[in-house]
């Protein structure tokens, strides 16, 4: 039994004529005859008295014809909803990404994305690299965006923007009129880090500088890192992106020499292409970054 089987079925009972509902469907009467034909033998049923002055539905006509309406309908509704997804009339895009960029990247994305596409339902899950790849790979997220590179799947990537690591001290601090330091003349200070992919980059660092970092605390908060960095507790070493709205709390100091780097890239599971909305997203966020690093020299 077929779709276009019912519709034809539905004709012909509206008009109780295959004559007549032939003429609509712009079918030839003995086309919609076997159709029907067809369907009874499927269905193990007559479902229609026939006649030469009108054709009636039987019983098993009038017990099919209500149960092909609603499938009908339902066919229809599926049909809009997946038109509307296409053309971004409606549907659901779920991004990933990790905090710094959620925060100081995606506001303006996402704000633009929202005014040419209204409809279209748009939720945001912020974790660290390791857990949006995975949400990648699941597909808990439509698109993820992490800093490189990433682990546990096959993605694809678009690389969006690199960016230097900066130390993050508080105004009090001895350092804190300077401009720019060494990263080897920190060494005997304690650190505040940044939890995930960001870590493991400052981390090694500190180590290709010729020291062993002391921990004084670690958090996965950037507003919970600028404010125990504000307290004296430690400094941060940070991507410059994490640092941005830090500035009137902490003070922001540029690395001389061997600057570390973070790369980040959106990724989506590979052989899967992206839905349209998705796409839509990934457009307007290369084209802002990479706007707005080339505006900025780096």
């Given amino acids: 039994m077929d779709l276009y089987q019912l519709e034809y079925f539905l004709e012909a009972a509206r008009q109780r004529s295959f004559t007549r ?54 066919a229809q509704t599926a049909r809009r909803a997946v038109s509307d997804v296409e053309m971004l009339r409606g549907g659901r895009l779920v991004i990933g990404a990790i905090p710094s960029v959620s925060a100081c990247v995606l506001p303006g994305v996402i704000a633009e994305f929202r005014r040419q596409y209204p409809a279209v339902e748009l939720s945001l899950l912020e974790g660290t690299s390791e857990s949006v790849a995975q949400w990648v790979e699941l597909g808990r997220v439509d698109l993820g965006v992490v800093q490189m590179p990433a682990v546990g799947g096959r993605f694809e990537e678009t690389e969006l923007f690199a960016e230097p690591f900066v130390l993050l001290v508080s105004h009090g601090h001895g350092l804190a009129g300077r401009r720019r330091v060494l990263l080897a003349e920190v060494a005997g200070e304690s650190f505040v880090f940044y939890r995930g992919r960001a870590r493991d980059t400052a981390q090694a660092a500190c180590r290709a500088a010729g020291f062993e970092p002391r921990i004084a605390c670690e958090s996965s908060e950037l507003e919970t890192i600028r404010s125990l960095v504000d307290s004296g507790l430690g400094i941060a070493l940070l991507p410059e992106l994490a640092t941005r709205n830090a500035k009137g709390k902490c003070a922001v100091i540029r690395l001389s020499g061997e600057v570390p780097k973070r790369r980040v890239a959106t990724l989506q599971k590979s052989g899967q292409p992206p839905s349209p909305s998705a796409a839509v997203f990934k457009s307007l966020l290369v084209t802002q970054t990479r706007k707005a690093h080339k505006k900025s020299g780096r």
């Fill in 21 to 74: 509902a032939a003429e609509k469907l712009h079918l030839a009467q003995a086309a919609l005859s076997e159709q029907m034909r067809k369907l009874e033998l499927d269905l193990g049923a007559v479902l229609f008295h026939r006649s030469r002055r009108e054709t009636t539905l039987t019983a098993a006509g009038e017990a099919l014809r209500g149960h092909a309406e609603i499938l009908i309908t339902q």
